[in-house]
């Protein structure tokens, strides 16, 4: 396996350059069951070697505990990477096992207030709005958010899971400089309207499951292969039929792996990088592992370059993809375009 750092790509028109693939860190502490801390941290510090700097996390994953756990690390390397954090993702009072979605001011500041105290930094680099509260203003959050910025206590607007017309506002009131949603060869909605607005404003694209949270990987078929708290259960494309389905439009992803001497997980990485250059603009997925090997194996396939003919066969995946990617679409920007 090369030690050759990955190359870097810029976090908006101003922001910083970071690698042209982050880490997603949620599932070290949250929602992928069972993790290893030792292993976790071991990932963390040879990523950074490969050259990946753009770390995510969020208040939501495991109540604060991820970015408690981040918390040493982002320390220990403070100057040579840049953290990410989201809010927006409240417990509700009157059911604690559910949660609702706020964007106000009051609790915009909670949050920020509370992941600075628990990543233990006095800045954060790139702060996004989680998901969107279509009962508050979009130019009244952003605008708090714009606040915070003038107050040092975050230097980068980001967005998840925003439409193109509310990017369009959010970047009226301040520059956007990254919007997260996922994008997969299973998830391709946001190239209709997204994509053009990032690329139309100078926005960077950040894929989240840029693995189709381990699906197109191949290593699990249904979701009766995860275990009990696994999340990945309720989510409906992974379950019953859908999930049979849609194991069955692996085949062209392991034509091309095979062609390439490559795992199905870095077709599926290198199909998503490539966009970056099929729709002009900057693009850094965030694939979520808790092995450095899986790292290694996922720096590796920035290197991978697919042909027009492999790009052709991997083309028709997304169309046949059975069920929706939430159970819930309303809180998704698809569910609002």
């Known amino acids: 396996m090369t030690d050759s750092r990955i190359a870097t790509a810029r976090l908006g028109a101003t922001g910083p350059e970071v690698g042209v693939q982050g880490l997603g860190c949620m599932g070290m502490s949250f929602a992928y069951g069972p993790s290893d801390a030792d292993e976790s941290r071991e990932t963390l510090e040879r990523a950074l070697e490969l050259g990946v700097t753009l ?26 990477l840049v953290i990410a954090t989201k809010f927006a993702l409240a417990i509700d009072p009157d059911d604690p096992t559910r949660r609702i979605i706020r964007n106000d001011a009051p609790y915009i500041r909670q949050c920020v207030e509370a992941s600075l105290k628990r990543l233990d930094v006095d800045v954060i680099d790139l702060y996004y709005m989680h998901r969107r509260d279509v009962n508050v203003p979009l130019e009244e959050t952003v605008g708090v958010m714009a606040e915070l910025v003038g107050e040092g206590k975050i230097k980068q607007l980001g967005l998840s899971e925003v439409t193109g017309d509310e990017l369009r506002t959010a970047h009226a009131v301040h520059p956007i400089a990254a919007v997260q949603s996922e994008w997969s060869l299973f998830s391709r909605d946001i190239e209709a309207k997204v994509v053009p607005a990032a690329r139309e404003l100078g926005v960077t694209l950040v894929p989240y499951s840029p693995l189709g949270r381990g699906f197109l990987t191949g290593s699990f078929a249904k979701a009766e292969d995860l275990t009990a708290d696994d999340f990945r259960r309720q989510q409906p494309r992974y379950t019953g039929e859908n999930a049979a389905a849609n194991a069955a439009l692996l085949d062209p992803i392991r034509t091309v792996a095979e062609a390439h001497g490559a795992t199905l997980g870095q077709i599926a990485l290198a199909w998503v990088q490539q966009r970056a250059s099929v729709h002009g603009l900057p693009i850094v997925p965030i694939p979520g592992t808790r092995k450095p090997s899986r790292v290694e194996e996922n720096t590796a396939a920035t290197r991978i370059v697919l042909t027009e003919e492999e790009l052709a066969l991997l083309e028709p995946i997304a169309s046949k993809v059975s069920g929706d990617r939430y159970a819930d679409m309303r809180f998704a920007s698809a569910g609002r375009e």
Do not use: I, Q
């Open 55 to 80: 770390y995510d996390t969020a208040d939501a994953y495991g109540a604060g505990e991820n970015e408690k756990f981040l918390s040493p690390f982002f320390r220990a390397h403070r100057e040579e």
